[in-house]
């Protein structure tokens, strides 16, 4: 079964950076499209950012383009999501998120626990 193990997260200040990890076990990596979601107190979870399974392809939410970028290592299985210019909008916890279907988007198959990212003003 696929494992999905986030870390990286922890308190910033705005303007700052953080760079998250997630390592993955369990299955092949690399025939698995990755992406990063989060959920912020009293809101719904959303997408964040997404990579394809060889890393020919990546989409971000409208609110972190130009920011965030997402990148993966299919030889250490690990993808990561670099966040620059943080914002106290960006304070969340933010999942790692598998699939072996079409478009991690809506297709989230398998979650990690989660990592809180604090950014203060």
């Known amino acids: 079964q696929v494992q999905l193990v986030e870390s990286g997260g922890g308190l910033v200040q705005a303007g700052g950076s953080l760079r998250l990890s997630c390592a993955f076990s369990?299955?092949?990596?690399?025939?698995?499209?990755l992406g990063w979601f989060r959920q912020a107190p009293g809101k719904e979870r959303e997408f964040v950012a997404g990579?394809?399974?060889?890393?020919?392809?990546?989409t971000y939410a409208d609110s972190v383009k130009g920011r965030f970028t997402i990148s993966r290592d299919n030889g250490q299985n690990t993808v990561y999501l670099q966040m620059d210019s943080l914002k106290p909008e960006d304070t969340a916890v933010y999942y790692c998120?598998?699939?072996?279907?079409?478009?991690?988007?809506?297709?989230?198959?398998?979650w990690g626990q989660g990592t809180q990212v604090t950014v203060s003003s």
């Open positions: 369990g299955r092949t990596f690399s025939t698995f499209g």
């Open positions: 998120a598998a699939t072996n279907r079409i478009s991690i988007r809506t297709n989230a198959d398998y």
């Open positions: 990579i394809t399974w060889n890393g020919g392809s990546t």
